[in-house]
C-alpha cells in the first residue's frame, strides 16, 4: 500500500538525520539507533528550542491504550539517545532534560528542502528506526534564523546549549527594556525631525531631507514590531521564539541602521561618546537575539 509522504532531512553539527531511512549519520557514518530512540529525536528536531513533554513522547511511542513501565522506558530510550550522540545528561549539548517536564533539544537544527512524493511505507528491518511522519507540519518551525543567515548563525552567533541559564522573570525583563529603548529611539527621533534635519545639512551629507524621509519611514515601520513585542514578552506568548526566527533578518538591519542613531545627538553629546554608544548599539541586535533563545529555553 502507498501513502504520500514528506522526505525531511535534519542537520544539526556532524550529524545529519533522514527521516524517509530512518538513519542517523555522523560524518556520513551510520549510527545504530533503535526505534524508539530515534522516533524520540525526530519529536526533538521538528521542534527545536522547544520543550517536549513527557506526555507527549508517552502517546508517539506507547499511544493512550498501552500499558507499560512508561518512565523506565522512555528514561531508556533518552539514554540511548544520548549515547549515540555523545552527549552528557550533566553537560548536555544536544538533549536538555527540563527536570519532571520533558526534554529539549538545544543545538542549531537545519531542514533540507522536503520533497513531496508517492513511495512504499517504509519497512522498519530488526533494531533499526523508521520514522513516523506525525507532526510533519511542525517542520517548518526548524531553523535558528531564515536560511540566509543559516551559515552566520552556524558560525558566529551563539548557539542555545553555548548560553547560561538565567531566571525567566530576568530574561523577559530585559527582552522589555530593549523594546522601550528602541521606542525611545523612534519616538524621539519623530519628535525631533527639524533639528535632525539640521544635523543633516550641517553635516553636509548628499540629500538630508531624503535621509530624513528614509529615518521617518523606518521608525514608522518598526514602531509596530516593536510593540509586538513588547506585548509578546508582557504576555508571555509562547510562539515568540519562532517569530523572532522569521523577523530576524529585517530586525539585523534596521537595528544596525539605527545603531547609528546616537549621531544624531550630536548637539547635545561629544562625537567621542557618540561612537561609544553607536558600539554598544551594533551588539545589541545580537544581545536580544540570545535574550529570545533564552526565553525559548526557559520555559
Known amino acids: 500500500m502507498t501513502r504520500e509522504m514528506t522526505d525531511r532531512v535534519f542537520r544539526f553539527g556532524a550529524f545529519e538525520v533522514n527521516e524517509a531511512t530512518g538513519e542517523l549519520r555522523k560524518q556520513g557514518i551510520r549510527i545504530k ?6 522516533q524520540i529525536l525526530m519529536m526533538l528536531l521538528e ?4 520543550l517536549v513533554t513527557r506526555e507527549e513522547m508517552r502517546q508517539r511511542l ?16 533518552v539514554n540511548k539517545l544520548r549515547e549515540a550522540l555523545g552527549d552528557l545528561a550533566s553537560q548536555p549539548r544536544h538533549v536538555e532534560t527540563v527536570s519532571g517536564r520533558g526534554y529539549r533539544f538545544i543545538a542549531p537544527v537545519t531542514l533540507a528542502a522536503p520533497v513531496a512524493k508517492m513511495s512504499e511505507a517504509p519497512v522498519a528491518c ?16 526548524v531553523g535558528p534564523l531564515d536560511d540566509g543567515l543559516e551559515t552566520f548563525s552556524r558560525t558566529l552567533l551563539a548557539a542555545p546549549h ?14 522589555l527594556l530593549i523594546q522601550a529603548m528602541y521606542l525611545a529611539f523612534y519616538l524621539g527621533a519623530l519628535a525631533n525631525l527639524s533639528e535632525i534635519l539640521d544635523i543633516f545639512t550641517d553635516a553636509h551629507l548628499l540629500l538630508p531631507a531624503t535621509l530624513t524621509a528614509l529615518l521617518v519611514a523606518t521608525a514608522v515601520a518598526m514602531i ?15 510562539q ?13 538591519g534596521m ?11 550630536v548637539h547635545h553629546v561629544s562625537l567621542g561618546l557618540a561612537l561609544g554608544m553607536t558600539a554598544a548599539l551594533v551588539y545589541m541586535p545580537f544581545a536580544q537575539r540570545s535574550l529570545v533563545l533564552m526565553y525559548a529555553r526557559s520555559r
Open 240 to 252: 515568540l521564539p519562532a517569530k523572532f526566527r522569521k523577523l530576524f533578518p529585517i530586525l539585523l
Open 126 to 141: 530488526a533494531g533499526e528506526a523508521v520514522a513516523s511522519p506525525a507532526n510533519s507540519g511542525s517542520a517548518s518551525r
Open 33 to 38: 539507533l533503535h526505534s524508539q530512540p530515534f
Open 47 to 50: 521542534r527545536p528550542a522547544e
Open 255 to 265: 537595528d544596525l541602521l539605527w545603531a547609528l542613531s546616537p549621531f544624531l545627538l
Open 224 to 238: 509596530p514590531v516593536r510593540l509586538f513585542f513588547f506585548a509578546a514578552v508582557a504576555f508571555d506568548f509562547q
Open 162 to 175: 553555548e548560553l547560561p541559564h538565567a531566571p525567566r522573570t530576568l530574561v523577559r525583563t530585559l527582552l
Open 62 to 77: 506507547w499511544g493512550e491504550d498501552t500499558f507499560v513501565d512508561f518512565d523506565h522506558g522512555l528514561n531508556t530510550a
